[in-house]
């Protein structure tokens, strides 16, 4: 694979070479590409802030967008998988500028439908003006290679061996770190479809829209181009479009939340608890910046509007007449729920040093800090910025929120307990932590809360999955105080 040849050709090695940030070249799309991928990879930014900018700033938009953005958040994606083949084909550790380089190459050639000449050619043109020659001749060369192969053929010389290192073989093949591979495969607890789930997390989400009831309908937002969902009844998906250019999304009586998160929420709602609705009292813990209080809110004041779901317990509908407070202990994230909510009370207020007294909400939602590795589709470079060495951190802070929200509910009350990761770390065994320590709670099955949905694992916590529902991977388990 490697070639003595390639040293001279390799890096920095020689030759003229002028570093041109941001000049554009007539790539348009490659050129954002090569600079998103950059800015990931220098300085921690965010792609799906800085893509959005740098297409409005540069004027891209129809094809080249669309090229742009498969170019940026693929790479980004498939890192893991690229620097494995790269480092294959290269006899030396490239400069992290013709890295990233090499990666936007390696994507169109392994996983676009590039023409091999295109994908080099293009690619060394970029390196030519914007690192100098000499990497251009280095790029051309280890380029080449790479595309000597399809992926099939290069995972198994760069992945381990499925049967010897089963996960690191699939934290290669799909492009995800080994850890996360490994935290995925003991939440799915057995089930065959780890390599389903990594998929998923590769594929772009679909954008869905929650109708926030009262405030707007799944109606009002099929007019404005959107599909009724499979699940949430407030749930609309928008296959094109900008959400933001909806009226109801503008007006904030409809948003853009995945429906998983609408779904634990509403959850939260249909649990009896004994005391007329209009006494009733919840509280959003954790709530910025206000997904789920959006939807609370609308709930709490105008009741669950939608048709009762086959299978749902007589009545399961919350009426309306309840109050809602939402806290967050961050002031900018409180505003934020400002700015989601009507009617709902927001303090910014730390949920492990209460601002309210024990005992007085009738249902509380607790959607906890946590690594969000259940949403990583939607940050393509999420996966390799996390690491697993804050999970113990995490997971004393989720405890002690998951106990000051049980203290926090009177006695029949009830809380959901929510993360966007489906680390067992952060869910199971905080719960079984928790409930172990004390007498006065105890776990119902969530998944009879949610009778429209199936394949929410074996209870009685319900664990939504990319693969399988189309939802972010969010956890949700539901907690009665005992009267
Ligand atoms: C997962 S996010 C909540 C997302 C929100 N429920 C939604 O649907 O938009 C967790 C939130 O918890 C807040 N938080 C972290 N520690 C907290 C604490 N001790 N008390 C209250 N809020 C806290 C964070 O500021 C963050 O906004």
């Not at 494995?84 to 676009?112: F, K, N, W, Y």
């Not at 080449?144 to 699939?170: M, Y």
């Not at 181009?225 to 479009?241: F, K």
């Not at 998160?261 to 509280?283: F, G, I, N, Y």
Request: glycine residues 10%; hydrophobic residues 40%.
């Amino acid at each position: 694979m490697k070639t003595r040849g390639d040293q001279e050709a390799g890096g920095r090695g020689g030759g003229s070479r002028t570093r041109r940030p941001g000049k554009p070249t007539r790539d348009q799309a490659r050129n954002a590409a090569f600079d998103v991928v950059r800015a990931v990879d220098e300085r921690d930014a965010y792609a799906n802030l800085l893509l959005p900018r740098l297409l409005r700033e540069r004027g891209i938009t129809g094809r080249d967008a669309a090229l742009a953005t498969e170019l940026a958040y693929g790479t980004l994606r498939g890192l893991g998988t690229y620097d494995a083949v790269i480092e294959m084909c290269s006899d030396r550790t490239p400069d992290p500028d013709v890295r990233d380089a090499l990666r936007l190459g390696a994507h169109q050639l392994l996983r676009m439908r590039v023409p091999p000449h295109a994908a080099v050619g293009t690619t060394v043109d970029l390196v030519r003006l914007r690192i100098g020659a000499g990497a251009a001749k280095f790029v051309n060369a280890v380029l080449r290679r790479i595309g000597s192969r399809t992926i099939e053929e290069w995972v198994p010389i760069v992945a381990p061996d499925p049967a010897d290192d089963p996960v690191g073989h699939l934290a290669i093949a799909h492009g995800h770190p080994r850890w996360i591979v490994s935290a995925f495969r003991d939440a799915l607890g057995g089930s065959d479809d780890l390599a389903d789930l990594l998929d998923a997390d590769n594929a772009r989400p679909l954008v869905t829209l929650v109708a926030r009831p009262g405030r707007s309908s799944v109606g009002e937002l099929e007019e404005a181009g959107a599909d009724p969902a499979r699940y949430s009844p407030y749930a609309a998906y928008l296959r094109e479009g900008d959400p933001g250019q909806i009226a109801a999304v503008a007006e904030t009586r409809a948003a853009v939340q995945d429906e998983a998160s609408q779904l634990v929420a509403l959850a939260l709602t249909r649990v009896p608890v004994d005391r007329p609705a209009d006494d009733e009292l919840w509280l959003d813990m954790c709530a910025g910046p206000g997904g789920k209080a959006g939807l609370l809110d609308a709930i709490a004041t105008y009741g669950d509007l939608a048709e009762p779901t086959a299978g749902a317990e007589p009545g399961a509908c919350f009426p309306g007449g309840a109050r809602l407070v939402a806290a967050d202990v961050q002031y900018h994230r409180a505003r934020l729920v400002w700015q989601t909510t009507r009617d709902a009370s927001v303090v910014t207020a730390d949920g492990i040093e209460p601002a309210w007294r024990p005992g007085v909400f009738d249902r509380v939602m607790l959607d906890a800090p946590c690594t969000g590795l259940g949403a990583l589709r939607r940050r393509p470079e999420a996966r390799w910025r996390r690491d697993p060495s804050g999970i113990a951190e995490l997971g004393k802070l989720q405890r002690r929120l998951l106990g000051t929200a049980l203290d926090a509910v009177r006695p029949g009350g009830v809380v959901a307990y929510v993360t966007c990761s489906p680390h067992l770390a952060e869910t199971r065994v905080v719960v079984d932590d928790v409930l172990r320590r004390r007498d006065d709670a105890e776990q119902l099955d969530a998944r009879a809360f949610l009778p429209e949905v199936d394949g929410l694992g074996d209870g009685p916590h319900a664990q939504f999955w990319p693969h399988r529902h189309g939802t972010d991977a969010m956890f949700l388990a539901l907690l009665r105080k005992r009267p």
